[in-house]
């Protein structure tokens, strides 16, 4: 029995050997407590985030980062400059639109110019070889060489088709150039009609060609008024002033001028109890004459 006691208690016996592994099991479900609170606080919160527009950029920002009457000035800030910016890109893409739309213009008329003055030139040409070959007498070529005078004869018969070519070339370019600026006008036209419907609410085109009439503008010009946008908008608000400023000279004119009362004269003597006028209620010459007598009896003090 002591032999076994003895040994329990010495070192590196079994005793010691299972409390090192009831130990060391501890320590390894303490690690593993602490490995899974580790993967509890490694995931992240799922935080709320709001999107604010400026324009063609924007910005994410955590909800819980703004106050709630900051948030909703800011997004009501933001979402009108968002619209200004939507506006003014459309109003750019317009107007890119109307540019590239004038260039195609000039372009074509361009070409067709060019082609019309191609076919011009080269018919003028012809007809300057016809002039040339009519000059010659025919009748008198074909007693003394009649092969010569077929030949020219025939040769004035080719100009004669090719002028006629010509002439109708030119006719056909002028047609095509006059197509093209006329679908351009219309073009502008509705644009400008468009832009005005967009910036001037209940505008009434009649009223603004008589008063551009009114004003001196001859009645052909002021009937062209979608292809200057621009000038009928200020016409229209010329008029609207014009009209105010008016309206606003009758109704001063239409209101009845108020009459002075007559004058309250103070009786000497004993009180009868009659009113004097207040001040304000006084004319300018009463008051005058009020301020007058306080002057003078002031100084006879």
């Known amino acids: 029995m002591s032999g076994t006691t003895d040994a329990a208690g010495q070192p590196g016996t079994v005793d010691e050997g299972l409390r090192d592994a009831a130990a ?11 490995g899974a609170d580790e993967q509890d606080e490694a995931e992240p919160e799922e935080i709320e985030e709001i999107e604010l527009s400026f324009g063609a950029k924007t910005l994410k920002v955590a909800k819980s980062a703004i106050p709630d009457e900051v948030r909703a000035e ?7 400059i968002q619209g200004d910016y939507t506006r003014k890109t459309q109003e750019i893409a317009e107007q890119r639109k109307e540019f590239e739309a004038q260039r195609d213009l000039y372009g074509k008329l361009q070409s067709l110019g060019g082609e019309a003055r191609k ?3 080269a018919g003028e040409a012809i007809a300057n ?3 040339q070959l009519q000059q010659i007498d025919l009748r008198a070529l074909r007693q003394s060489n009649p092969d010569q005078a077929r030949w020219i004869s025939d040769e004035i018969a080719v100009k004669r088709s090719d002028l006629i070519n010509h002439v109708n070339a030119v006719s056909q370019y002028e047609t095509a150039i006059t197509a093209e600026e006329q679908r351009a006008v219309a073009s ?19 009223a603004v060609i008589a008063y551009a009439v009114k004003a001196g503008v001859s009645e052909q010009d002021a ?9 009928a908008e200020f016409a229209w608000k010329a008029m609207q002033y014009d009209k105010l400023h008016a309206s606003t ?21 004993k009180s009868t109890g009659s009113t004097v006028k207040a001040p304000e209620q ?8 009020w301020e007058m007598s306080k002057t003078v009896k002031a100084m006879r003090r």
């Open 24 to 34: 060391i099991a501890g320590g390894m479900q303490d690690d593993g407590a602490e």
């Open 74 to 80: 800011l997004e009501d800030f933001t979402k009108n």
């Open 119 to 121: 076919a011009f030139y």
């Open 129 to 131: 070889e016809l002039a």
């Open 188 to 206: 502008l036209e509705e644009s400008g009609r468009a832009r005005i419907a967009k910036t001037v609410k209940s505008f009434d085109a009649d």
């Open 223 to 231: 009937k062209k008024w979608p292809l200057n946008p621009i000038t």
């Open 249 to 269: 000279k009758a109704a001063i004119a239409a209101k009845p001028n108020s009459t002075p009362s007559a004058p309250v004269r103070s009786i000497s003597g």
């Open 282 to 289: 006084m004319s300018d010459d009463e008051y005058y004459r």
